[in-house]
């Protein structure tokens, strides 16, 4: 018998539709769930499977039209929840359920500080105002691991990596110390080393605090280390409910076998890896030297302050090869993706490819050489263009260089690129924010995929899928690579996909490589105490943990 007896929060035969052009899109469908203060419900299932939208439904985030709550009934602390609004509502939402969001650039305003937006929580809930609030916002900040608070306090989003957004993100979220935490997806950005500290501090709140946590993730190892229980959803419907260990070491329903299945574990990545086995000798990219410094000022006449956020960094990619980055957010990962794609400029350093630096190119090499190296962007929401189609994204590198594909030929082109990233036809005529994150994600790897490029570099390009489809992602981008002769820069947190699809392995700190290797010898013999340290911040299933 479960040791949570009294649900804090409970849904009752919940079913939601959405408006299209045809009938109505039933996303949820009959879902009925509880959860318990401080018990920890995980809710798994692939992108689309309506795990967001029933947790939505909760918080009263469901837009009525195009969503149209048909059937349901919502119980919070024994209150009936489901109609109110108004000021009922803002008593509740924030202060009793908070929600942590899957795209933090999105909930982010751009143009006030994270401390403004922390600290307004406190203000527009009466809990501190002035120099308290900001004290307290400061130390909600180092609680999730902002390193340097009390300067970036006073920095805008765009300032700070994904993984980092998502850290503020979190502490806004628990700076009232809800009795319900919805969790979102919030490890999704993070490299393990910050994952776990995350994990533990939310482990930390419900010990202090008897919070109840609804976890909503298609990460399964972060599932089982944190679940008591587990529900899966599949197209709308809970296909499988039960105590987490049962539901991991037991699965009945044949979609919660595949999911479980799709996932890498420890040794099953090396003896059944998706590694190069084309990989030649010949250099298709050469860095050298490769230095970032950035100036910034605290405040309108604040002093002028630099940051080295990558410093003489060297390493070359083979033709065929994967070369896998791993690393801290902030760690200079995304600064070395960016500055090979010359979206960012270097401080010093240069990069060669075909025997030509990069940073020396002209306009008209510039645009030559970007049809050759394509990047999947880590945020797939900022990098389209809310007011194009998805015909229109994948297509658009076919336009610019115009001697990719004839026109005549897109239409079926594009459906052949859905496809292959495991979306359907018509969603081509849809558009950016009619997707959910990981759909979004694999839109951005179709686009890359349409200039046809000789090396791709994915930042963070699987973090937002759930497991089975990452495995469909990892199966296409190795079969690419072996057929069109690719090379890859692999930029990710998650080390057992990084360890099933990389050759070589780069590990950066604080702008630095601090280990270069093998993959074998990377994960079997690391060197560096820093890559020990990642290695050891895997997830641990939580019965495991508990000795059960």
């Known amino acids: 018998m479960s040791r949570f007896t009294s649900p804090l929060l409970t849904v009752e035969n919940l079913t939601v539709e959405f408006l299209s052009d045809d009938a109505p899109v039933r996303a949820v469908n009959a879902v009925s769930f509880e959860v318990s203060r401080g018990e920890t419900l995980v809710i798994l299932g692939e992108s689309g499977s309506g795990k967001s939208v029933s947790t939505s439904t909760v918080m009263d985030l469901i837009d009525q039209p195009p969503g149209d709550i048909v059937s349901g009934r919502i119980t919070f602390d024994g209150v009936a929840i489901g109609n109110l609004r108004g000021e009922p509502r803002r008593l509740i939402n924030g202060r009793k359920i908070a929600m942590i969001f899957q795209d933090p650039l ?31 916002a400061i130390s909600l900040l180092r609680r999730v691991g902002i390193p340097n608070p009390e300067t970036r306090i006073d920095q805008y989003p765009h300032q700070f990596s994904g993984g980092q957004r998502q850290r503020v993100m979190i502490a806004m979220a628990i700076a009232l110390k809800p ?19 995350i994990l533990d501090l939310l482990r930390d709140l419900q010990n202090e605090t008897g919070m109840a946590l609804i976890l909503i993730t298609h990460d399964l190892e972060v599932a089982a280390s944190m679940a008591d229980r587990v529900i899966v959803m599949n197209r709308g ?36 890896n998706k590694r190069s086995t084309t990989s030649s000798e010949e250099t298709v990219l050469k860095v050298e030297g490769l230095t970032k ?6 405040g309108m006449f604040g002093k002028r302050q630099s940051f080295l956020a990558v410093n003489d960094v060297n390493f070359e990619v083979k033709k065929g090869e994967t070369l896998g980055i791993v690393g801290e957010s902030g760690s200079g990962k995304s600064s070395v993706a960016r500055m090979l794609l010359r979206l960012a400029e270097p401080t010093s350093g240069k990069a060669i490819f075909a025997g030509e630096d990069i940073f020396s190119m002209n306009q008209a090499r510039l645009l030559a050489f970007r049809r050759k190296v394509q990047m999947v962007f880590q945020d797939p929401y900022g990098s389209m263009n809310p007011r194009m189609s998805v015909h229109t994204i994948i297509s658009e590198p076919w336009a610019i260089h115009g001697d990719i594909l004839p026109k005549a030929k897109w239409k079926d082109r594009v459906v052949e690129l859905l496809e292959l990233v495991g979306l359907k036809p018509e969603h081509a005529d849809r558009y950016p924010h009619q997707f959910s994150g990981g759909q ?22 699987v973090s937002a899928l759930d497991v089975s489809i990452q ?17 890859y820069i692999f930029i990710t947190h998650d080390l057992p996909i990084v360890r099933h699809f990389a050759d070589r392995i780069i590990v950066m700190k604080q702008g630095e490589i601090v280990e270069d290797g093998t993959t074998s010898a990377i994960f079997g013999n690391p060197s560096h105490p820093y890559t020990r340290s990642l290695l050891e911040a895997t997830p641990v299933p939580k019965w495991v943990a508990a000795g059960a």
Do not use: M, W
């Open 440 to 461: 979004r994600q694999r839109i951005a790897i179709a686009r890359a995929l349409a200039s046809e490029p000789e090396l791709i570099v994915c930042d963070e390009a």
């Open 293 to 298: 410094e950035y100036f910034f000022s605290s």
């Open 179 to 197: 009795d319900l935490l919805i969790a979102d997806e919030p490890t999704t950005a993070l490299d393990v080393s910050v994952q776990a500290q």
């Open 471 to 487: 495995a469909q992602v990892i199966d296409l981008l190795a079969d690419l690579r072996t057929r069109l002769g690719l090379s």
């Open 237 to 272: 419907e809970i296909v499988e409910a039960g105590a987490a260990k049962d539901v991991f070491t037991a699965p009945s329903h044949a979609y919660t076998k595949k999911l479980i299945s799709a996932l890498p574990h420890g040794d099953a990545a090396e003896n059944s």
């Open 106 to 136: 999105a909930y982010l305003n751009p143009v006030y500080t994270v401390g403004r937006q922390i600290i307004e929580i406190f203000e527009c809930h009466g809990v501190a105002s002035g120099k308290a609030a900001r004290e307290q």
